[in-house]
């Protein structure tokens, strides 16, 4: 298992999506405090609930800045259904390898970040539709 | 120092373990593991109520071990040793127990930036029940408690300063002489953490006049779950006890009981037995090294990793980087790396590193840092040790392009 492939190491130097979205529909920031890694993520969505743009700042090891790049660049024109489907086997799958016990959390954090993140926004468009 | 990596069976069982983590826990000598595994084997039975040979036998064992503990830290009387699970078990004996009786409203505890989150957290809590107030002494940008503003922190409602004798993130040792008598001058007590201390330097509590010491087993090449809390015995006396059980108590009725002797009155339930047997043969295993020859093998360890990695481009040290006020800690960074990754990456050469915050995140916060690498050393460690941790950094930067 070698975490430190150079598509994770190029993802951490060159991260994907690392910007903020103005008017974002939404916005979640986690943190992951054993490590001291944190994120923020961005996404707009369009009306048939698909991510239109999403985005992510933080700051992280390696696993977790690539994990977000590699997040945010899946999850584009995905449905945030879809999304919330997602798990650890999704990032295993992008980053090419899988993540043991001491590093998992590093991997997660994004995902868990955004599902929230939709999860808290998912109600309010709900009553504004009805 | 001869090479004692002989003495500790993890090193034949992980012959290529380089293992640079000894502030988190040290490892177990032969005769540790052995004399707990004899108590075990030969005599495992409860102490101070059996009324057969083995829990005699069993008490005596548990007994002379206090003793042990008595003298490691020249204390007046084994009555002032409670055994209890660790440094933090022992913080918040004290935080709970003495303080729930001694601290007031307005009352001040004093502690320093460079604490783990044990020696801050219970205070804490005392402190938002009491309505207290907690001050920090501050560091300079070497690590190095400021340690003239503590005159200006110290006040007539300064009830107690509690502060760590070696920080555990960047290896400051403290002058807690200094601490202690101008502490004294109010009227404050001071309580001395020495979970990275007690092992590596010579502890005495009545030299610089501690009300109260603490420290762990685990950290001195003893077993987890066992520490001591030293306090004076006059303090101990008027202190009620704080957990309540069997064998702390003389008497009990069916509205009201009665306190068991010193130490006794602090021991409520069945201790670690095995745990403290094991202390003591720690302590005895230390002793015949000598703490002299400790404390001059790690000073000359940090002074060897210190020159090494200043040599690293990218590396920044972080602490005194003295080995006459720092001990066998040294806090870094590499620039570009993540501490994470290079304990990961690290990891796969098999060397044993901490990452993170290292239970100090008002430290980091002063620092203004979220995390560092840290290696930290012992008497099982080699000058060989501290260049395959260069070399594992050398290969940290390659992967990382850095």
Redesign the interface.
Known sequence: MD??RSLI?DL??NPLNKRKIAGADISASGANV?????VRIYAKCQKNGKIKDISFEG?????SIASASLLTENAKGKSLKQILKWNKENIFDWLGTELGH??IK?GLLALETLQQGIKKATPRKNSTAS | MQNLKKDFPIFKNNPNLVYLDSAATSLKPKSVISAMDEYYKNYSSNVHRGLYKLSEKATEAYENAREIVQKFINAKSSREIIFTSGTTHSINLVAQGWGEQNLRKGDEIILTILEHHSNIVPWQMIARRHGCKIKFLDIDENGVLKIDQLSKLLTKRTKIVSVSHIGNALGTINPIKTIIQRAHKVGAKVFIDAAQSAGHLPIDVQKPDCDFLAFSGHKMCGPTGIGVLYAKEKILRQTEPFFGGGDMIREVKKTHSTWNDLPWKFEAGTPPIAEAIGLGASINYLQKIGFKNIRKHSAHLLGFAIKKLQKIPGVKLFGPLNPKIQSGILSFTVDGVHPHDIAAILDQNNIAIRAGHHCCMPLMERLKIPATARASFYIYNTEKDVEKLAQGILKVKKIFKV
């Open positions: 975490i430190y190491i951490y130097k054993t490590c001291g890694d944190r700051l992280g090891c390696a696993i001491a590093r590093c």
